[in-house]
């Protein structure tokens, strides 16, 4: 008798899960920026502190989209 795989079709993502998703990988990148310019020689300094910043403001975007989504199902 031949055994057959057991399949199942991936449950689809809710728009949450995929904000979810993009704000824990923003804050992991802002994590890993703030590292970077804790870390970073005084000649580097400036520019990883841009960096952070650039990323500080990815995840605020990514926290904020998050939120909204949240207040939408809350008022649903």
Known sequence: MRAIPFQRPAPPQSPADDAYSAWFNAQQRC?????????????YRADAYGAYLIELAFEEMAAEALERLHRQRLAA
């Not at 994590?31 to 000649?43: E, F, M, Q, Y």
Request: glycine share 0%; no cysteine; hydrophobic share 60%.
């Open 31 to 43: 994590t890993a920026a703030l590292r970077a310019w804790s870390a970073a020689p005084n000649a």
